[in-house]
């Protein structure tokens, strides 16, 4: 009988150092999930929230480009300017020839817009004069120019209207 019952005594210490190893498993486990826990919530940054901005701060904070990309307009009618001659800024007298044409949108009637056409060439002609010869003599000096101008332009005419602006003739002398 002493010797049935050791064995049984060894099997029980045994089963409860077996039983206190998954005890302090557990507890491991489950400090480490309260640790992690109240890392998440008290001690992490908080996440990004989601954007509540409307949609013109929205549009304020985008670049010209990124406005286009998304918000294009449907090109209509194109509307042709007079030609313009005159003096660009600098230490040099150097004349620009320059012609540029309106894209407009789909609910504006050219022939009801040539009305309107002095203020496209008063914003143009303030525009450009303002400008040295090195700021349109390259392709992305005329480029920069017209997408100003075309920025200018929708302000002209509050966002309606001109879609933008294209450059038809140019020579500078």
Not at 16 to 40: I, P, T
Not at 120 to 148: C, F, H, I
């Amino acid at each position: 009988m002493a010797t049935g019952t050791g064995k049984k005594g060894a099997e029980d210490e045994d089963e409860s150092a077996g039983g206190g190893r998954k005890k302090l498993v557990v507890m491991a486990v489950a400090a480490l999930a309260v640790v992690g826990g109240v890392y998440k919530f008290v001690l992490a940054s908080p996440a990004e929230t989601p954007s509540t901005l409307s949609a013109d701060e929205l549009a304020a904070t985008m670049s010209p480009e990124e406005k286009a990309a998304i918000l294009e307009p449907p090109e209509g009618e194109i509307v042709q300017m007079e030609e313009m001659i005159l003096n660009l800024s600098g230490p040099e007298d150097t004349f620009l020839k320059i012609r540029l044409a309106l894209v407009l949108d789909t609910e504006t009637v050219a022939e009801e817009f040539e009305a309107e056409l002095p203020i496209a060439q008063d914003l143009a002609v303030q525009y450009l004069s303002s400008l040295q010869p090195e700021d349109l003599r390259t392709t992305e000096g005329k480029q920069k120019a017209k997408n100003e101008l075309g920025e200018g332009m929708k302000a002209a005419y509050k966002g309606e209207s001109v879609v933008r602006v294209l450059i038809t003739a140019l020579v500078m002398q």
